[in-house]
């Protein structure tokens, strides 16, 4: 690890000692590393000496343009000192901060909100992780990758910039109660667009292993577009006839695969069952490892899930509660039987990620099985309005939660305009909210507009 060290100070100057900051103008990076995937730096290219005199400058050598260098002052400015309002969370890495970029910081640069991550210099992780991520999200450009923007290397400071994603990640979501349960159609989008973004890693010319696939990696959109972040970990995978790479045991437990905690042997593979790990945390609501819970057996969720993903009839038992049924039965034992495949103690028979993909997108069409749409309904002050009936008075009337936690209940009183003493007396009371605060279920969405979040702007699902 020393060596390592010695090794990229000496290929980078340019981060390891205070410099005057120039914006590059050399050509810009193209949008898809396909194209010169065959060119692309990478991590193992770094114990090359020959290197040395292509990465003086580290942002005009190997990005272009695209990527910009940004003074340790000016993103303390756009954080507004890194204040606690502005937090947005930590992890391994460091703190995570949101700012917003003035197009005026730098030429071609458009005015947007960011997310600055802070390297923690006594945390987990170091400089090697901070310049894996550079290096990866630097070249790799892909929809279901995070941008990013730029980074700071100035004196002992390493930050990155990228792309602000206002949904946070898909952990927030499922565990952490962000408005509310996650409706089934929109979890099988995030789940095809993760395997779309470890599939583009895995293909690439010069593959990726990503080593660190998770829930709280997963950051998610305005429209619940699922996009892989924090490259940390993520190495250079086998090339040629190479079958695997030997190193180091890193990632998160509960989502490694079982031969790399055993051997230390990374595939592509090792992905597929971090992948379908989270793919189980999406259909059940559970986290990979839970020891709150009282049953030993159910803390571990593969080896407690895994007995029921071989039985088709089983699903139901493990599916998320707070979904409410509401969820295509045929969907959730295809995606079931995924999730089993991907889990497999047998690398070989894992499926690869692209083939995971064709699996999962026809999910997004079976809504026939879906039960009755439903609403969420959030108490609010209310109202009473008058309306016309012909037969009776009907009253609708909210009931508060008592002290129990029992959910809002309604109630239908019926009177006859006899009771009342008017004869032809004949009018509805109802009650109902000043402002309408209902979510509706994406069954309802969907069945409503014909489109949705689950397909492209102005495309009409098949029905």
Request: glycine share 10%.
């Given at each position: 690890m020393i060596l390592k060290k010695i090794i990229i100070k000496s290929l980078l100057p340019s981060c390891m000692k205070p410099q005057k900051v120039t914006v590059p103008t050399e050509t810009r990076f193209p949008a898809s590393s396909k194209d010169t995937s065959s060119q692309r730096l990478s991590l193992s290219d770094l114990s090359n000496s020959s290197m040395v005199s292509l990465m003086s400058d580290l942002s005009s050598t190997l990005f272009g343009s695209n990527i910009h260098i940004f003074t340790h002052k000016e993103l303390k400015n756009i954080t507004y000192n890194f204040?606690?309002?502005?937090?947005?969370?930590?992890?391994?890495?460091?703190?995570?901060?949101?700012?917003?970029?003035?197009?005026?910081?730098?030429?071609?640069?458009?005015?947007?909100?960011?997310?600055?991550?802070?390297?923690?210099?006594?945390?987990?992780?170091?400089?090697?992780?901070?310049?894996?991520?550079?290096?990866?999200?630097?070249?790799?450009?892909?929809?279901?990758?995070?941008?990013?923007?730029?980074?700071?290397?100035?004196?002992?400071?390493?930050?990155?910039?990228?792309?602000?994603?206002?949904?946070?990640?898909?952990?927030?979501?499922?565990?952490?109660?962000?408005?509310?349960?996650?409706?089934?159609?929109?979890?099988?989008?995030?789940?095809?667009?993760?395997?779309?973004?470890?599939?583009?890693?895995?293909?690439?010319?010069?593959?990726?292993?990503?080593?660190?696939?998770?829930?709280?990696?997963?950051?998610?959109?305005?429209?619940?577009?699922?996009?892989?972040?924090?490259?940390?970990?993520?190495?250079?995978?086998?090339?040629?006839?190479?079958?695997?790479?030997?190193?180091?045991?890193?990632?998160?437990?509960?989502?490694?695969?079982?031969?790399?905690?055993?051997?230390?042997?990374?595939?592509?593979?090792?992905?597929?069952?971090?992948?379908?790990?989270?793919?189980?945390?999406?259909?059940?609501?559970?986290?990979?490892?839970?020891?709150?819970?009282?049953?030993?057996?159910?803390?571990?969720?593969?080896?407690?899930?895994?007995?029921?993903?071989?039985?088709?009839?089983?699903?139901?038992?493990?599916?998320?509660?707070?979904?409410?049924?509401?969820?295509?039965i045929e969907g959730a034992r295809k995606a079931a039987a995924l999730a089993h495949q991907c889990l497999s103690h047998n690398p070989k028979s894992r499926p690869t990620m692209s083939s995971v993909v064709k699996s999962l997108e026809p999910l997004l069409g079976l809504t026939r099985d879906i039960s009755v749409p439903f609403v969420y309904v959030v108490p609010t002050e209310l109202r009473e309005e008058k309306v016309d009936h012909d037969d009776e008075d009907v009253v609708l009337m909210s009931s508060r939660s008592n002290n129990n936690g029992d959910n809002n209940s309604y109630k239908r009183e019926e009177k006859s305009h006899r009771r009342r003493g008017r004869k032809g007396y004949r009018h509805k009371y109802r009650i109902r909210s000043s402002r309408s605060n209902a979510v509706y279920s994406d069954t309802t969405l969907y069945k409503t507009l014909g489109t949705s979040l689950y397909s492209p702007k102005g495309q009409v699902l098949a029905r």
């Open positions: 204040s606690k309002t502005n937090f947005l969370g930590e992890g391994g890495f460091g703190q995570v901060y949101k700012g917003f970029i003035d197009d005026k910081v730098r030429p071609g640069l458009k005015a947007q909100s960011v997310a600055v991550k802070v390297l923690d210099l006594d945390g987990k992780q170091g400089h090697r992780e901070w310049l894996a991520e550079v290096i990866f999200l630097g070249q790799l450009k892909h929809p279901h990758l995070v941008n990013l923007i730029g980074y700071c290397c100035e004196d002992e400071h390493r930050l990155i910039v990228y792309e602000f994603m206002p949904r946070g990640s898909l952990e927030n979501h499922i565990f952490k109660g962000y408005s509310g349960a996650l409706p089934w159609l929109t979890r099988i989008k995030i789940a095809i667009g993760a395997a779309k973004g470890l599939s583009f890693l895995h293909e690439e010319e010069k593959p990726v292993i990503y080593r660190d696939f998770k829930a709280s990696n997963i950051l998610l959109d305005s429209d619940f577009t699922a996009k892989l972040s924090d490259f940390g970990l993520a190495i250079d995978g086998p090339q040629g006839d190479e079958t695997h790479i030997s190193t180091r045991v890193m990632g998160t437990e509960g989502y490694a695969a079982p031969e790399y905690i055993m051997t230390g042997h990374v595939t592509a593979m090792s992905d597929v069952f971090s992948y379908g790990v989270v793919l189980l945390e999406l259909l059940t609501g559970r986290r990979c490892l839970d020891k709150s819970r009282r049953l030993s057996r159910e803390q571990n969720l593969v080896d407690w899930a895994k007995p029921f993903l071989k039985d088709a009839h089983k699903v139901d038992r493990i599916m998320d509660p707070r979904l409410e049924g509401q969820y295509s």
